[in-house]
């Protein structure tokens, strides 16, 4: 199993630019989640997914779109980049291990190897 | 609203030596914990994780970590320090009850650990 992939690992935009990274997962989990990384704040989440076709905001989803067509994939748009999007994004995916009678409940998430994009 | 403070910003220690690090966090309800690490130009990789049971979880690595409720810490510790556990490390809680909604993770800012010899 390739576990958590991401494409591109790299990719420089300039201001108002548009651009989509892709996210798969081939250990048929449930649950997705797109993360930026940035020195000194942790991972924020951006967007997440407990389904195919369906998706959520996250802590910062402003200026960020997202897809989930496939329940192996998981898209993040970025319509018009700001140099304010200059970070690292992580995807990360998790098993739906079912309900307790009160909540759905999830598993650990596996993260992929992360996309460094920088917005000039 | 759920809650993750890692105080210290990094934690030096001599290979062979126990380290810590320290994690506490704030939930409405029963903690979910984690605890992840991560090498330089990878993603986070989990480590362990606290859900309920025994104070005490063993994880990957010889790292294990106990969970205090009176605290509401969380901290990761290892008896004996290897120059390779150096990485940044990150704490993770989730509420453990939420109705209707997707579980979210909240992370601390990460403590990187660095060993020497």
């Known amino acids: 199993n390739a576990g958590v992939t991401q494409t591109p690992k790299f990719r420089v935009l300039k201001t108002g630019q548009s651009m989509t990274l892709l996210c798969a997962q081939d250990m048929n989990h449930e649950y997705m989640y797109w993360y930026r990384q940035d020195p000194g704040m942790g991972l924020r989440l951006i967007h997440y997914?407990?389904?195919?076709?369906?998706?959520a905001k996250g802590e910062v989803p402003d200026g960020y779109n997202v897809s989930r067509l496939k329940k192996q994939n998981f898209l993040l748009g970025l319509e018009s980049a700001a140099p304010s999007q200059t970070s690292v994004y992580f995807c990360a995916s998790s098993l739906y291990a079912g309900t307790s009678g009160r909540a759905r409940v999830s598993n650990e998430q596996f993260f992929g190897p992360g996309t460094r994009l920088t917005v000039l | 609203a759920q809650s993750v403070a890692q105080p210290e910003d990094q934690v030096n220690v001599a290979e062979g030596n126990p380290l810590t690090v320290k994690c506490t966090y704030s939930?409405?309800?029963?903690?979910?914990l984690f605890w992840y690490v991560q090498y330089p130009n990878r993603g986070l990789q989990f480590l362990l994780k606290y859900i309920t049971g025994d104070n005490l979880v063993k994880g990957s690595y010889g790292f294990e970590a106990e969970f205090n409720k009176s605290q509401t810490s969380f901290h990761l510790k290892k008896p004996s320090a290897l120059v390779s556990d150096s990485a940044l490390y990150f704490c993770?809680?989730?509420?453990?009850?939420?109705?209707?909604?997707?579980?979210?993770?909240?992370f601390g800012t990460g403590t990187r650990l660095q060993v020497t010899l």
């Open positions: 997914s407990v389904g195919e076709g369906t998706t």
């Open positions: 993770a809680v989730r509420d453990g009850v939420k109705t209707g909604t997707a579980s979210k993770l909240t």
């Open positions: 939930v409405s309800g029963n903690p979910y």
